[in-house]
Nanobody, 124 residues
Framework: QVQLVESGGGLGQPGGSLRLSCAAS????????MSWARQAPGKGLEWVSG????????LAADSVKGRFAISRDNTKNTVYLQMNSLKPEDTALYFC?????????????????WGRGTQVTVSS
């Protein structure tokens, strides 16, 4: 059974940092590209960032580019999202997801496995 479990969410200060983790089990982690998406209250799902299977390519949405960084450790079956310079508009439920095709990192409808999410709230 495939499981993706996010952690690291919580309350962050504007301008502060949080680091999200997503631990995967039940799948060959290095065979999957990984992405993060978020859903703010009352809004739709937004793709945030993604990383190729081997970690050689990372992509980020314009809304987080230069502030968030995705990385992965295939020896630990874990993907990370380092969130810096937090803004109140980053408040959302953050999900990680796994997809077989590197080229589908931004295609939410093609993602195969999802975590349940971790809440991030940015407020002073």
């Amino acid at each position: 059974q495939v499981q993706l479990v996010e952690s690291g969410g919580g309350l962050g200060q504007p301008g502060g940092s949080l680091r999200l983790s997503c631990a995967a089990s039940g799948l060959e982690f290095s065979d999957y590209a990984m992405s993060w998406a978020r859903q703010a209250p009352g809004k739709g799902l937004e793709w945030v960032s993604g990383i190729y299977k081997d970690g050689s390519v990372t992509l980020a949405a314009d809304s987080v580019k230069g502030r968030f960084a995705i990385s992965r450790d295939n020896t630990k079956n874990t993907v990370y999202l380092q969130m810096n310079s937090l803004k109140p508009e980053d408040t959302a439920l953050y999900f990680c997801a796994a997809v077989w095709d590197d080229n589908s990192l931004m295609k939410i409808h093609e993602w195969e496995y999802w975590g349940r999410g971790t809440q991030v709230t940015v407020s002073s």
